[in-house]
């Protein structure tokens, strides 16, 4: 978690991170792995996550889609695979963390593109991210460097966003695109 390395898939850790939960008797929001070296910051209100969604089979995903939209009415948005930080009115930008508690990373955000441009009397929820070409290219730097490679871009982008250093955060862009009232 600290380290943002992947020790297992993601399916992997979903599925050892819910029957942990269960065995417990723990919600999801409950539980946040690890430490951190960034300080604490509570939300005003919850910062929900996503739902995962694990249909395989399109015939039952359409029957799923169909009961909710006669139930209750659904909005279907891209997913970006980034980390989420809201940027409140002030600049401050948090991360989601556990919904309840995250990550005071406003240094770190400070040169993000379209993030740092935004002025609002609202919060604001962005996904940062890391692109496909950047994250190749730091790899290459890397791997030149005989440095240890990223993973992935998500966990590339998580770990510079997390970095101490604010002056080694590269690489990394922002999608607005929630007004929190």
């Known amino acids: 978690y600290e380290t943002d390395e992947e020790m297992v898939s993601d399916q992997e850790y979903d599925a050892?991170?819910?029957?942990?939960?269960?065995?417990?008797?723990?919600?999801?929001?409950?539980?946040?792995?690890?430490?951190?070296?960034?300080?604490?910051?509570?939300?005003?209100?919850?910062?929900?996550?996503?739902?995962k969604v694990n249909i395989?089979?399109?015939?039952?995903?359409?029957?799923?889609?169909l009961t909710l939209m006669e139930d209750d009415g659904i909005v279907i948005e891209p997913k970006f695979d980034g980390l989420t930080i809201i940027r409140h009115s002030d600049g401050k930008c948090v991360t989601r963390g556990d919904g309840l508690i995250g990550?005071?990373?406003?240094?770190?955000?400070?040169?993000?593109?379209r993030l740092v441009d935004i002025?609002?009397?609202?919060?604001?929820?962005?996904?940062?991210?890391?692109?496909?070409?950047?994250?190749?290219?730091?790899?290459?730097q890397r791997e030149d460097g005989s440095l240890q490679?990223?993973?992935?871009?998500?966990?590339?982008?998580?770990?510079?966003?997390?970095n101490k250093g604010a002056s080694k955060v590269q690489g990394l862009v922002a999608c607005v695109y929630d007004c929190i009232g």
């Open 103 to 113: 990550d005071d990373v406003t240094n770190n955000c400070k040169d993000i593109p």
């Open 119 to 140: 002025t609002s009397e609202y919060d604001i929820r962005a996904e940062i991210m890391m692109l496909k070409s950047t994250f190749e290219k730091i790899n290459k």
């Open 56 to 65: 395989v089979d399109e015939e039952k995903l359409k029957k799923e889609l």
């Open 149 to 162: 490679l990223f993973k992935n871009p998500r966990n590339a982008a998580a770990g510079m966003l997390r």
């Open 16 to 51: 050892i991170k819910e029957e942990y939960l269960a065995a417990i008797g723990q919600d999801e929001y409950d539980f946040v792995p690890g430490g951190s070296l960034f300080s604490k910051f509570v939300h005003k209100q919850p910062i929900l996550s996503l739902n």
